[in-house]
Protein backbone atom coordinates (compact mmCIF):
# COMPACT_ATOMS: atom_id res chain seq x y z
CA UNK A 1 0.00 0.00 0.00
CA UNK A 2 2.81 2.31 1.22
CA UNK A 3 6.22 1.86 -0.63
CA UNK A 4 9.09 3.74 0.45
CA UNK A 5 11.98 2.47 -2.27
CA UNK A 6 15.97 3.33 -1.66
CA UNK A 7 18.30 3.41 -3.52
CA UNK A 8 22.23 5.34 -3.99
CA UNK A 9 23.72 2.94 -1.78
CA UNK A 10 27.06 0.71 -2.36
CA UNK A 11 30.61 0.89 -2.20
CA UNK A 12 33.14 4.11 -1.21
CA UNK A 13 35.66 4.76 0.34
CA UNK A 14 36.76 6.62 3.47
CA UNK A 15 36.58 10.11 3.15
CA UNK A 16 34.39 9.94 0.16
CA UNK A 17 30.72 10.28 -0.15
CA UNK A 18 27.30 8.98 -0.74
CA UNK A 19 23.84 10.07 -1.39
CA UNK A 20 20.65 8.11 -0.52
CA UNK A 21 17.32 8.67 -2.08
CA UNK A 22 14.42 7.46 -0.75
CA UNK A 23 11.40 7.70 -2.95
CA UNK A 24 7.61 7.16 -1.57
CA UNK A 25 4.68 6.25 -2.71
CA UNK A 26 2.90 8.02 0.30
CA UNK A 27 -0.68 9.87 -0.61
CA UNK A 28 -0.05 12.51 1.71
CA UNK A 29 4.40 12.96 2.06
CA UNK A 30 4.16 16.45 2.98
CA UNK A 31 2.15 15.02 6.21
CA UNK A 32 5.04 12.70 7.47
CA UNK A 33 8.21 13.10 9.50
CA UNK A 34 11.09 10.67 8.01
CA UNK A 35 13.57 8.86 9.08
CA UNK A 36 17.12 7.40 8.01
CA UNK A 37 17.96 4.43 10.25
CA UNK A 38 20.97 1.84 9.95
CA UNK A 39 21.83 -1.61 11.21
CA UNK A 40 25.13 -3.11 11.22
CA UNK A 41 25.38 -6.88 11.72
CA UNK A 42 24.82 -7.88 15.23
CA UNK A 43 23.52 -4.29 15.92
CA UNK A 44 19.75 -2.50 16.12
CA UNK A 45 18.48 -0.58 13.94
CA UNK A 46 19.24 3.08 14.96
CA UNK A 47 18.16 7.05 14.24
CA UNK A 48 20.32 8.48 12.12
CA UNK A 49 18.80 11.26 10.91
CA UNK A 50 15.33 12.86 10.76
CA UNK A 51 13.08 15.48 9.34
CA UNK A 52 9.54 16.71 10.64
CA UNK A 53 6.72 17.42 8.06
CA UNK A 54 7.35 20.52 7.09
CA UNK A 55 11.35 20.62 6.70
CA UNK A 56 12.17 23.13 9.27
CA UNK A 57 13.65 20.82 12.08
CA UNK A 58 16.31 18.02 11.69
CA UNK A 59 17.68 15.84 13.86
CA UNK A 60 21.11 13.70 13.39
CA UNK A 61 23.08 11.08 15.62
CA UNK A 62 25.87 12.26 17.26
CA UNK A 63 28.05 10.03 15.17
CA UNK A 64 26.78 11.76 12.03
CA UNK A 65 26.88 15.54 12.95
CA UNK A 66 28.40 17.39 10.66
CA UNK A 67 29.36 14.69 8.16
CA UNK A 68 25.42 14.13 7.07
CA UNK A 69 22.76 16.34 5.85
CA UNK A 70 19.16 15.43 5.60
CA UNK A 71 16.90 16.76 2.79
CA UNK A 72 13.11 16.69 1.46
CA UNK A 73 11.43 17.45 -1.40
CA UNK A 74 7.53 17.36 -0.87
CA UNK A 75 7.09 17.92 -4.67
CA UNK A 76 9.24 15.17 -5.63
CA UNK A 77 8.29 12.73 -3.12
CA UNK A 78 11.56 11.67 -1.85
CA UNK A 79 13.77 12.16 1.17
CA UNK A 80 17.38 12.49 0.48
CA UNK A 81 20.43 12.10 2.83
CA UNK A 82 23.82 13.39 2.29
CA UNK A 83 26.77 11.13 3.43
CA UNK A 84 30.14 12.80 3.19
CA UNK A 85 33.41 12.06 5.17
CA UNK A 86 32.70 8.60 5.19
CA UNK A 87 34.40 6.51 7.86
CA UNK A 88 34.63 2.60 7.99
CA UNK A 89 31.60 2.61 10.97
CA UNK A 90 29.59 3.86 8.99
CA UNK A 91 28.74 0.87 7.14
CA UNK A 92 25.31 -0.54 7.39
CA UNK A 93 22.32 -1.45 5.94
CA UNK A 94 20.61 2.42 5.68
CA UNK A 95 16.66 2.47 6.00
CA UNK A 96 14.19 5.10 4.76
CA UNK A 97 10.91 5.61 7.45
CA UNK A 98 7.95 7.37 7.42
CA UNK A 99 6.07 8.40 10.72
CA UNK A 100 6.13 11.05 13.06
CA UNK A 101 9.05 13.06 14.13
CA UNK A 102 10.35 10.87 16.60
CA UNK A 103 13.47 9.34 17.90
CA UNK A 104 13.35 5.47 17.60
CA UNK A 105 11.72 2.94 15.31
CA UNK A 106 8.79 3.20 17.08
CA UNK A 107 8.20 6.17 16.13
CA UNK A 108 8.07 5.43 12.28
CA UNK A 109 5.15 3.46 10.52
CA UNK A 110 6.26 2.38 7.42
CA UNK A 111 9.51 1.24 6.01
CA UNK A 112 11.60 0.92 3.27
CA UNK A 113 13.99 -2.74 2.32
CA UNK A 114 16.79 -0.37 2.88
CA UNK A 115 20.43 -0.71 1.05
CA UNK A 116 23.21 -1.36 1.66
CA UNK A 117 26.32 0.68 2.78
CA UNK A 118 30.18 -0.43 2.72
CA UNK A 119 33.11 2.16 3.65
CA UNK A 120 36.39 0.94 2.95
CA UNK A 121 39.57 2.18 4.66
Known amino acids: QVQLVESGGGLAQAGGSLRLSCAASVRTFSGYAMGWFRQAPGKERELVSSVNWSGDSTYYADSVKGRFTISRDDAKNTVYLQMNSLKPEDTAVYYC??????????????WGQGTQVTVSS
Open 97 to 110: AAGRYGRDYSDYYY
